[in-house]
């Protein structure tokens, strides 16, 4: 039996795709850990019960209002950055998937190919081993009549 020629690019493609799907794993995790601190923020800022007794209360309200909404701002951009990263490491997943699905499918073959050729030469073996033992046994039928 041969070996599959392309063995080599096909563990190549298989760590390929183990990295990728790595890659994957890790921008899922933070964008899910970017929208869990937006949330946060933005139920923090929802359940502030905040009351004005005099205009400096209510100065460091808005403040601290304004620099709530800012801090929102950032998180949703940020989420936002992270569901793009999580989009292009499934595209680089899949695309990975894909290469090293094209060689498996070819090693398949490889392998496919190589037991059929082993069993024709296992069924050629057979026969002649049959044939010879066909012509023996007529051989020695004819000399006996």
């Known amino acids: 039996m041969t070996r ?3 063995a080599g690019l096909l563990r190549l493609r298989g760590v390929q795709e183990r990295a990728a799907a790595a890659r994957l794993s890790r921008a899922a995790v933070e964008a ?3 929208e869990a601190r937006e949330r946060r923020t933005r139920t923090a800022l929802a359940d502030s019960a905040d ?8 100065a460091a309200i808005a403040a601290s209002r304004a ?3 800012a801090r929102i701002a950032e998180l949703s951009l940020l989420a936002d950055a992270r569901r793009d990263d999580v989009d ?3 595209r680089a997943h899949t ?3 894909r290469r090293a699905r094209g060689l498996e499918k070819l090693e398949a073959a490889h392998r496919e190919r190589e037991l ?3 069993l024709r030469a296992e069924q050629a073996t057979l026969d002649e081993i049959a044939s010879g033992r066909w012509a023996t046994t007529t051989g020695r039928q004819e000399g006996a009549a």
């Open 4 to 6: 599959f020629s392309l």
């Open 32 to 34: 899910r850990q970017s």
């Open 51 to 58: 009351a004005a007794t005099d205009v400096r209360t209510l």
């Open 67 to 69: 620099a709530a909404r």
């Open 88 to 90: 292009a490491a499934r």
């Open 95 to 97: 695309e990975a998937r």
């Open 116 to 118: 059929r050729a082993q």
